[in-house]
């Protein structure tokens, strides 16, 4: 295939979600802003339709929970049928695809947790016993250490679906991402964003991933400068480390871990803190540590031996076995 110019129409694929597509649009606004035609192309992939089925992603098979939401995007990638792909970042394998490359992640959005609740009350003001509803177990497992008195309920499907099984009583209350509501506008209808002492977000939330072909970055031309001028290379550090610190812990997207990394401190420095959590929220070990922002990878690898020294290992191997 020949390398791609700028006067290519990108076909850029996505997931067909409302939230999917609010995020491609972000891209394909920039990438139009440096002078490239851009046609969005909507991709149903194994996390849609299993989401409609209402069947939880940890159960989607033994080993198929992590990438069920990127594996259809990226095979059309490599078929030809599109440029480049737009991935919310916490869904991506932290494994690389062969012929594949990410390359930019664009500046984060909030990377936090929100609770949204039907009568106006944050977490904390919750009633005994109130319903809430998410479909993460990381979620469960610090919504049981924070308040075990919840009655924390399996919530799937987009953030459309989930508001109106609020709206409509099922539920007292749910915890989504913060970036999501932001991304479709609906920021507002957030009751609370729950600070990381008290849920940490998953690794590489609230970033988004663009992926290419390898070849066609490697080509130096006017496509690849576009894409890699839309990389932030704070964010880039930051979600490194989580997702190397993930990688380490061998636990996948649905594994009850959380993780933060951020730039600050003068001269900049990298803080990473992340969380291991048994999914009845009975066991919880929680670890910091910060490094030089140009070794993220060696931050979470040595963060994630700390986790692993405190019995971490036994937390992730439990909750896979639970999963299925």
């Known amino acids: ?57 940890a159960e989607t098979g033994a080993g198929s929970a992590q990438g069920v939401f990127v594996a259809e995007l990226r095979r059309r990638l490599l078929a030809g049928d599109v440029d480049l792909v737009v991935h919310s970042l916490k869904d991506l394998p932290t494994a690389p695809a062969d012929g594949l490359v990410v390359a930019a992640i664009p500046p984060r959005e909030d990377p936090r947790d929100a609770l949204v609740s039907r009568d106006g009350r944050t977490l904390a003001e919750l009633p005994l016993g109130a319903r809430v509803g998410t479909g993460a177990p990381r979620r469960v497992a610090q919504l049981r250490v924070a308040r075990p008195d919840l009655d924390v309920r399996p919530l799937r499907g987009n953030v459309d679906t989930r508001l109106r099984k609020l709206a409509e009583g099922e539920l007292d209350a749910i915890v989504v991402a913060a970036a999501g509501l932001a991304r479709l506008g609906r920021l507002d209808e957030a009751t609370e964003l729950i600070e990381p002492a008290v849920m940490l977000p998953a690794p590489g939330q609230g970033a988004l991933a663009i992926e290419c072909r390898a070849a066609d970055l490697e080509a130096e031309s006017a496509f690849a400068q576009a894409i890699s001028s839309l990389d932030d290379a704070a964010t880039r550090a930051a979600v490194t480390a989580e997702r190397t610190l993930l990688a380490e812990l061998e636990a996948g997207c649905t594994a009850p871990v959380g993780a933060l990394a951020q730039v600050g401190g003068e001269p900049a420095n990298l803080q990473l803190v992340a969380t291991v959590v048994n999914v009845d929220g009975a066991t919880a070990i929680r670890r910091s540590a910060s490094g030089p922002v140009a070794q993220p990878v060696e931050l979470g690898r040595r963060l994630a031996a700390e986790l692993l020294a405190a019995g971490a290992a036994d937390i992730v191997a439990g909750s896979t076995t639970s999963a299925h």
């Not at 006067?7 to 490239?36: E, F, I, K, N, P």
């Open 1 to 57: 295939m020949s390398a791609l110019t700028s006067t290519d129409v990108l076909r850029l694929g996505t997931r067909r979600s409302a939230l999917a597509m609010a995020q491609a649009s972000g891209v394909a606004a920039a990438l139009r802003s440096r002078g490239h035609g851009v046609e969005l192309v909507g991709v149903t992939t194994e996390g849609d339709r299993t989401a409609r089925a209402g069947t939880p992603v």
